[in-house]
Each structure stands twice: as structure tokens, then as C-alpha cells.
């Protein structure tokens, strides 16, 4: 190689390894510096900040600017009942989070809990007597992005960006990309969390007696435990903890006055959908990020080796690679713990969330429920429908496209599947090919 192709490689390299160092590559849990941070985020490959907004708070407030919708303010909750009704997330997805791990953390406690709402692509979060209505929405290049609106009566009321919240939610507990948490924590009387006792970040692969720490919980469970609705101390000891007073709780009167709230419920059964939710955003949004650069870096390896434009480098195939397998695994189950059964919430969730589901000729449906021992009835997100999975990279989608194919109709012999049973792989593959639009041609084929 000349002189110059050696330099070349040594600017590339110092480009790759330092400006553009990806956080995804860190062992799970690590942290970030901020500095790091920027850099990807400002880089050209992500442009988190400088990206056109294309996400659905964006949208809506670009409505408000064109004065077609209007934001109405009660004394009762302020903007919050307005922005649910303008964004379309049901009052019946509420859930209460009492323990201090929020931007509002002082307001919050065991006698005032944080309600948190969503739909497929928003979230949103409302203290009693807050400051603000905290939203985050799933854009689907971006992943998590955040807004506050504050609770003032005025002519013109905004959801403005607000960057601070990456400080939590881009770590480690969010797969290193900006995403969203559901914690479990083992909350004091006034709602800190006890260091000492530890905390995880709950999805469809924890057991129901590591959930809801901090939560209260509506519903019931048979004989399964979980840590809501309960309070701890520091000295409490993991293994001889009595979890049967927070258990099976139809109601919240003796535990907290929910005067001013929209719902009485925390309702089970949507904590449950929350959970799987925001962990699978989080998985297509690092599918997303890990694609972006590598396929960034390997075009420049190619300009410093004076390589074919369109080459793709081993390394950067299986870096692709192995994010959609992570991603894939996600996406259809493979890992969700079974509960013993029956689940039921105590609001209208179960029966609203599954009416939305896009059903095929025998009235299948991804949002139909189980409840009985997994949380639905058929093993593949509904989240594949969402703006989040079509928007993924094409190198990443199409080979997304093709595993799943190969899983669903039995040609996988991938250990990570073996639980997924036939007939519900194939169940699963006649839905898509009933209700997924743009499906590779080859999904029409059995083999």
C-alpha cells in the first residue's frame, strides 16, 4: 500500500474507533460519556437532533401550529385529558408508578403515583399537581424522543424537545440508544428506590415475581407474586419476602386516593403489553443504529482500501447480523418466561388493545391475548405493523424478513426457536400473509 492509502487508513480508523465509537458495542449496562453521546447523535449517520420530525408529537404540533386542533385546559388535569384525546392513547392503558425514579420525582410518591399512558408510538406521563405533561414517542429513524408541555393555561401551549431525558434513557437499560424503561425497583415509604436491594428493567422475559416493584398493580394472578403494591426497607431480606398483601388486588381505595386521576385502575394486563412494548422499540431502534453505522464505517474502510463502493465486509455483515438475531428473538417470543396463569386486568384494556388487531380470514389477530400462561395468544409483536419496523434499514429489514421466514415455516433449526411450535408458527405466517403489507414474495411460499 502507498503512502497515501496508509493515511487514509489511519484517518479512517481514528474516525471509526473515536468520533463515531458506538455504544451499542459496549458490554450490556455500560454507560456512555455524554460527550460520546453527541458525537453519534450529531453525527451525520443518526442526526438526532437535526432529522426532520417525524414522529407523532411533532405531527400534532404542527396541527396546533396550523390552528386545525386545539389543546384544551381543565383545572382538574391540566393539558392531559386533550393530548390523550389528540394523540389517540386510551385512558384504559393507564398505570401508576409511585416509586422516584421520574424527571418529576419530588411530586412523586406512594400517596401521589405517576400515571403513564400509551398506544403503539406514544407514551405519556402525568403527576397530580405537576409541572409538566411528559411525553416520548417511537420515531421510527430516531427511536426515543422526548417532549415536555407545560401545564399552564395559555394561548399558545407547545411540546418542546427536551434532550435531558437521554441522561436516563439512553444507557445500557435502553440497549444504548435513545429508548424507554420500565423498572422495577424496591421502593422506601416515601418512594426512593433501595440501592442496596438492586432494580431491573422489566420486559416479556422476567418472571412476574421480579415486576411492578414501585407500581400499583389492578388485577389478578392466581397463585404468581410480583413486588407492587408493596413498600420495602433496607432491611428486608430477597428470599423471605411476603409479596401475598400487594397480590390479587382488584382495587386501590385502601392503598392511595386517586381523586383527579382518569382511571382507578393499573391495570395489569397493560403493564404487562407497556413492558413488552417499550423493550422491543428499544430492540428496532439499536437494529436501526447498529445498521446505520456499520454500513457508515464500511463505506469508509472501502474509500481507504480503494475498494468496490458496494463491498460489504465480513465484519460488517455479521455486525448486522447479529443485531437482527437479538432483534428476531425479541420479535417472536423466543425468551418470554411463562406465568401460571389466569391473567386479568380490571379496566377495559384487554378487550380495547385486541380490538385494534388487524385480523385475518379465521379472525386471527397478533393482539389477541392469551393470559392463561404467555401474555398473546400468537407469538410475533404486533409492533411489526409499526412505522418503527417498516423504516428499518433495508439490509437489516431484508434479512429480518428472511430469518423470520425461515422460523415460521420450520426451515430454522436455530435452538433459540425451538420453543415456538409449529402450529403456532404457522398461524403466525398465515397472519402476516393475511395483514402485513409489503411482505418479501417469498412469504407466499411454504418452503
Sequence with gaps: MNCIGIKKLVIICVFVMGTISLALRFPEG??????????????????????????????????????????EYNDVDGYL???????????????????????QLFRISPKNPRAIYFNDDVYVGWVRGGDFVELSTADPN?????????????????????????????????RNVPGHIVRSVFPDERGYPIAQLGSRVIGHTNPLKERWGGWFVTGTHGSEQHLGNQLFNERDHLDK???????????????????????????????????????????????????????????????????????????????????????????????????????????????????????????????????????FRYPCSYLIYSDAFDALPKPALDLLYRKLWLVLTGQSQEKAFAGISLADRRAVLEILRSTKKNLPAYFSQDK
Design 30 to 71: 455500560a454507560k456512555t460519556s455524554a460527550r460520546s453521546q453527541d458525537q453519534l447523535y450529531d453525527s451525520p449517520v443518526i442526526g438526532y437532533d437535526s432529522a426532520g420530525k417525524n414522529d407523532p408529537v411533532a405531527r400534532l404540533q404542527e396541527r396546533l401550529d396550523r390552528g386545525e386542533v386545539k389543546l
Design 81 to 103: 385529558s386533550s393530548v390523550l384525546k389528540l394523540l389517540n392513547v386510551p385512558v384504559s392503558s393507564q398505570g401508576l408508578v409511585f416509586s422516584k425514579t421520574s424527571f
Design 241 to 375: 419476602l411476603d409479596l401475598s398483601a400487594g397480590a390479587n388486588l382488584k382495587s386501590l381505595d385502601k392503598k392511595v386516593n386517586l381523586v383527579g386521576y382518569l382511571s382507578p385502575h393499573s391495570d395489569i394486563v397493560a403493564l404487562m403489553v407497556l413492558e413488552h412494548q417499550t423493550q422491543m422499540h428499544n430492540w428496532l431502534t439499536r437494529l436501526g443504529y447498529e445498521t446505520k453505522l456499520a454500513l457508515h464505517q464500511n463505506d469508509a474502510m472501502n474509500e481507504a482500501l480503494q475498494r468496490p463502493k458496494d463491498e460489504v465486509s465480513e465484519s460488517t455483515k455479521r455486525r448486522i447480523n447479529n443485531a437482527v438475531d437479538e432483534t428476531l428473538k425479541y420479535l417472536l417470543f423466543a425468551e418470554e418466561l411463562k406465568f401460571n396463569g389466569p391473567i386479568a386486568g380490571t379496566a377495559n384494556f384487554t378487550a380495547e388493545f385486541a380490538a385494534q388487531g388487524l385480523k385475518d380470514k379465521q379472525g386471527r389477530s397478533l393482539r389477541d391475548f392469551d393470559l392463561q400462561q404467555r401474555l
Design 142 to 174: 430516531l427511536g426515543g424522543v422526548f417532549y415536555m408541555l407545560e401545564q399552564n393555561k395559555i394561548a399558545k401551549p407547545r411540546f418542546v424537545r427536551n434532550n435531558e431525558c437521554l441522561q436516563c434513557h439512553s444507557s445500557g437499560t435502553t
